[in-house]
Each structure stands twice: as C-alpha cells, then as structure tokens.
C-alpha cells in the first residue's frame, strides 16, 4: 500500500511531560499559515492553524500533515450584481516553504503514486517551532493526472477527492516515517478527511501479515494512538465514498478490511466512521456539538473540547498595543485576557476608533468606498454557505429602514467566499445584493471579495457589531466571533455553537431567539435581531457611548481570555494527548 525513501529525522523540545523522542502528527485537510499562502478554504484550515501556533507557544511536539494545494483555493470575484466567479491562485510554494528530498508512494489504482514533503516551521513565543509538513503529488516520476492530487482544495468529482484522501491518510503515513518521525505516540484527526491513516498504521501494525489478518488486539493497538475531533453537526456533511470507489482506487482487500472495521455503511465507506472505530478518545467543538454529534453517532463516547483562537495573530495592532500596556503578560498567558476589565473604558473605544480607522481604509482601497468612523458599523464575514443565512439582515427591508430613521445610522460590511459548486450559497451573496440596492438611500451595504486571514483581521476588529445568523444546529462552533471579541467587538448571534458558552446578555453581546436546541421559528428570530438593533444595541452606541464600551471592554475580558487556542490546546494535551504541564 505504502513505501517509503530516505530519512530525515528531527527532534522537538517541550516544556511538557513526555517522551522527548515522541511527536503527535495532527492531520488536516487544509491549514491556514500565511495570507500568501490559499492552502484553506475557511473554518477548519483557520483552525487547524491556530491550534499549530498555539502549540509552538507551547512548546508542544507536534507536526502538521496537510496538502499542498499548488492552484490554492481560488479567488474570488464578485460582478455589479453579486454574481461569483473564480480563478485559481498564483502562488510559488518554494518562497514559503523547504523542500525535501524525501519521499513515500501510495499505491493508488495498482500504480506508484509518488508524494514529497515541503516544510514549514512555525515559531511559537518561546521560540520554540512546529514543522507542519506538506505534501505534493507534482513529481516528474508520477502521472499527469496523479501530478493534479495535490493541485485543488476540495476539487474534482468523488474519485479525485478520494485518492486526495488517500494522499493526506496513507501519503502522510509514509512520509512521517520516510523523515524518521518513528515514535509518534498519538495521531490526531482534526476532521475525517484523514482517516485511512488508521489503515497505514495498521499495516504497519501487520508487518506484511495483511490486513484481513489483524486481531482485535491489533486494532487495539492502532486505536490507543489515535485521535478525532469532528467539526461537522449534520449526517450530510460527512464523506461518504462507495466501496466500489475503495476497491477500484486501493483495493479489495483494504474494502474488505473497512467493512470489518465498521467504517462502512450501506455500502458506502464514511470517513467519520472509519476514524470514530479507531479512536479512543473522539471530541466534538462545542458542548451543544457534542450533544449533536452524540445523536448522530450513538454508539460513541463523545467528548466536548469547545474551539478557539489564536489570540496574537486575531488581535489588532491597536489593541495588542492596549493589551501590552495593561496586561503584559498576556501573550504568554493568555486567560490574563480576564483583566482587561481593569482598562479605562475611554482607552478601550480609542483603541477600537483606530482599529476602525484601519479597517476603512482597508474598506476604501478594495471598494472605493468612504464609511463613516461615526456610524456604527455591522459586520458579517464567514465562508458564505445556505445555513449561515447571511440576508437574514434583510428580510425586512421596511423594519430596518424605520430602525436607521428612529435612531441613528448604519453601515453593514459583508465578506466570505462561496464554494464554486454551491449555487445556493452564491444565491446569498446575490441577496446581500440586492438588498444593498434597496437600501442605497439609507443604509450603506457592501460586499468585499476575496475574503482571506489578511483581510480578516482588520474586519474582525474594526466593526462595532458582529452578525451571526446560521440556522440551528447548524453552527457546529463557529470562531469569527471569538475574532471580534478578542479586539472588544460583541457579538449579536443566534445561540448555536460557541455562542452558547460565550453569551452573556448585554455584557458580551446579544442573543439572537432562545437556546431552545430544536427552536425553527425564523418570525421570532427576526423580532428578536430588530427588536435589540432598535431597542438596546443601536441606542446605547449612539446613546450610552460609555457604557457601549464597558460592554467591549467586558467581551474582550470575558470572552478572548477563554476561547483561545492556548485554553483549548491545554485541555488537549490533558484530556486527550495525556501530557502534564510541569510547574
């Protein structure tokens, strides 16, 4: 199934308990690094870079496994009416990233697939670094068409997704051991993408015996060194491939051996089923999705480890200037975050008026568009998908014109990339359009394109309100939010995913509807999103400018010293990797 060549080995240092010649491989199908670098769609890449920041500021030993995406996700171009069109992204991975001279193969369709490695290293405060290892099908020894495996993220048809999948499992099993990574105690999911990565290391596990000759204590043995978390509340959403597929692509006996391993059902392999059979411990991204996950996926024992973000790099420069001179520990230590509630309120709104100053001219130069720093600004910025529902603003044109003329004026900044093939979510980029037409006499809509992490952290910091409507319980965790309030930015938000531990009324923000999980009343939504715009958020803005920036200033306390990569990366290593912090 799998070979490898050459040998590059590394060793890793850690102020943490553990093995000092043992790594944990934490495998993703995309990862978010560097604005120059399109190897993400959205959430989960974003995510799965800052849980590797936060490990290097930790000093933990892991190495990322991804792909290398050479035509990146795609860019996005938005016409007069709102229409999205792409085109591939220009990138040269030599100027980012080390290439390596060792190399695997993955047997793919009875052929040698072979895949390299590039490397990057992140490095932490401490100046400790993470390798995050990607890997490329591009090799004048392979195929043309095994040369595109590594070219598009979350492109081709079903049987270029799987032999993708296969890459980043089997591919990134090879490669580790290739580069000498011989020791790796535990194998983390982030998604199940990665899940034939429990084949390889099974095989491994059977020296050559075969796959249809492994024993309970076996598959024991590859279950104790690994991990999952799954990120996705809805049965649709989980990869789904047909074991004709499998057999054609890897093999029957690897079909075989998944359906022994109950990682299919009706003759389909599902991917989160694969990784859940093999995984002895298996966490959800929210408490309200691990109650979901537990229904969709009885038979387990899922855990709940609640998303966050990487505090420096979704902090803006005016409040990490704020931040150093109150709390100057706050970078090593983020939960010092708390005692931003010691800030004078009046440096708090100082701090957010210049962030908001370089967000607009960030707004200028892409649209050409003047906002005013005076009126207060919406901002809703997220992979553009049908359950986010991103009109929900606008569904009642009238109620907010009256809201803008009985108590003051408003601007509305959107951003988020639709996948090419989903023509519903690009539906909803048309709608913000339209409604931005209806509304050009008395509320300033716009709708910036290629929305990327360069782009992001301005617009998470330099809106006075952060909008968040998805449909429940849709809203796995969400972390656009947990931006914001890193920078004193509330949120007004339907109570889903995060938002759930995160919300506290009129201190972190504003509750869109009630916590009722199953709740499908959009009528009382809508009260609900107008009724606080006009009755408590817009006036205590334009009103109570005091007391709207001891809300800001209570978020960022709250809510950024908690929902932070470092907290959540914590309860990692002592509820999942098993390392403890040595005082």
């Known amino acids: ?48 870079g800052d849980t590797l920041r936060a490990a290097a500021d930790l000093g933990l030993p892991i190495i990322g496994v991804t792909l290398l995406y050479r035509n990146g996700y795609f860019r996005q171009h938005l016409d007069e009416a709102g229409n999205q069109t792409e085109s591939p992204v220009q990138w040269l991975p030599e100027q980012f990233l080390e290439p390596l001279n060792a190399k695997a193969s993955v047997a793919i369709e009875g052929r040698r697939v072979f895949v390299k490695a590039w490397r990057y290293v992140i490095r932490g405060e401490s100046g400790h670094g993470v390798t995050v290892y990607f890997l490329d099908t591009d090799l004048p020894e392979n195929e043309d068409w095994d040369r595109t495996l590594t070219d598009n993220l979350y492109g081709g048809d079903a049987h270029y997704r799987f032999c993708q999948e296969a890459i980043l499992g089997l591919g990134g099993i090879a490669i580790l051991s290739s580069l000498g990574h011989e020791r790796i105690q535990t194998y983390h999911m982030n998604e199940g993408h990665s899940a034939l990565l429990v084949l390889g290391l099974l095989e491994k596990q059977m020296s050559g015996r075969g796959l249809g000759a492994a024993t309970v204590a076996d598959k024991e043995t590859v279950r104790s060194r690994c991990v999952f978390t799954t ?35 009706d003759d389909l392999l599902n991917m989160t089923l694969l990784a859940l059979s093999f995984s002895h411990h298996i966490n959800g991204v929210a408490m309200r999705h691990r109650q979901v996950s537990r229904q969709l996926f009885p038979r387990y024992d899922i855990d709940a480890i609640t998303n966050g973000v990487h505090a420096f790099t979704w902090t803006s420069l005016p409040f990490i200037r704020l931040f150093d001179r109150h709390i100057p520990q706050w970078r090593r230590d983020n939960f010092h975050l708390r005692y931003a509630m010691s800030i004078p309120p009046e440096e708090v709104r100082a701090a957010h008026r210049e962030a908001k100053r370089e967000f607009f001219a960030q707004v200028r130069q892409r649209n050409g568009v003047d906002f005013d720093l005076d009126v207060f600004t919406i901002g809703f910025a997220r992979r553009a998908a049908i359950y986010k529902r991103p009109a929900l603003l606008f569904s009642d044109i009238e109620r907010l014109q009256k809201i803008v003329s009985s108590v003051g004026p408003l601007q509305v900044v959107y951003g988020g990339k639709a996948h090419p093939h989903d023509e519903a979510a690009k539906e909803q980029i048309r709608k913000v359009f339209e409604a931005a037409d209806a509304l050009q006499d008395s509320v300033r809509v716009i709708y910036i394109e290629d929305y990327d992490i360069a782009l992001a952290r301005y617009f998470c910091s330099g809106v006075d309100l952060w909008l968040n409507t998805p449909e429940k319980p849709y809203e796995a965790s969400g972390t656009s939010g947990m931006k914001a309030a890193l920078n004193g930015v509330p949120s007004l938000s339907v109570l889903d995913g995060w938002w759930l531990e995160g919300h506290i009324e009129g201190v972190t923000g504003w509750a869109i509807g009630t916590d009722a999980p199953d709740e499908d009343n959009v009528e009382d939504e809508l009260e609900s999103m107008y009724g606080k715009l006009e009755k408590v958020i817009l006036p205590l803005f334009y009103k109570q400018p005091d007391r709207f920036a001891e809300v800001m200033r209570s978020t960022a306390a709250y809510n950024g010293s908690f929902f932070n990569t470092q907290r959540m990366l914590i ?8 390392l403890d912090h040595q005082p």
């Open 231 to 265: 990120h996705t509340p809805v049965s649709a959403g989980h990869d789904r491939f047909s074991l004709d597929l499998v057999s054609q692509v890897l093999g029957e006996e690897i079909a075989n051996a998944i359906i022994s391993m109950d990682g299919a059902a």
């Open 1 to 48: 199934m799998v070979g490898t060549e050459d040998t590059t080995p590394q060793v890793s240092t850690s102020h943490f308990a553990f093995d000092s010649q043992a790594t944990i491989a934490y495998f993703c199908m995309e990862i978010a690094l560097e604005p120059g670098m399109p190897t993400y769609s959205g959430g989960l890449g974003v995510l799965a």
């Open 571 to 578: 309860q990692y290593m002592r509820n999942i990797y098993r």
